[in-house]
């Protein structure tokens, strides 16, 4: 699976980016799909994940209700709406996918494949 994220940018504290990522392969709608982000000087942080089916989402606590996952296995698709942004959310933004076993994966060392990443960022 190749992926290809897209959809960063500047905006002000309080708006709205949406995230996209393309993926190529055969078994994009077999695989589960995360955001994971890393701001400068620190370590990469899971953001968001999304079964294969897209029957099953996880959120980060510091994104949980601004954030949404979502899917489109007909367009092998994942996006990642992000509202009421805040500086704190200045990152990196990389999609990953993961073969693993399990309903859903959260933990970046069960991704398989990643994104080059799109960058994210906040003004106050």
């Known amino acids: 699976v190749q992926l290809q994220a897209s959809g960063g940018g500047l905006v002000q504290a309080g708006g709205s980016l949406r995230l996209s990522c393309a993926a190529s392969?055969?078994?994009?709608?077999?695989?589960?799909m995360g955001w994971f982000r890393q701001a400068p000087g620190k370590e990469r942080e899971f953001v968001a994940a999304?079964?294969?089916?897209?029957?099953?989402?996880s959120y980060a606590d510091s994104v949980r209700g601004r954030f949404t996952i979502s899917r489109d296995n007909a367009k092998n698709t994942v996006s990642l709406q992000m509202n009421s942004l805040k500086p704190e959310d200045t990152a990196v933004y990389f999609c990953?996918?993961?073969?693993?076993?399990?309903?859903?994966?959260?933990?970046?060392?069960?991704?398989?494949?990643w994104g080059q990443g799109t960058q994210v960022t906040v003004s106050s």
């Open positions: 990953a996918a993961s073969s693993s076993a399990g309903p859903i994966v959260v933990a970046d060392r069960q991704y398989n494949y």
């Open positions: 392969g055969r078994t994009f709608s077999s695989v589960h």
């Open positions: 999304i079964s294969w089916s897209g029957y099953r989402t």
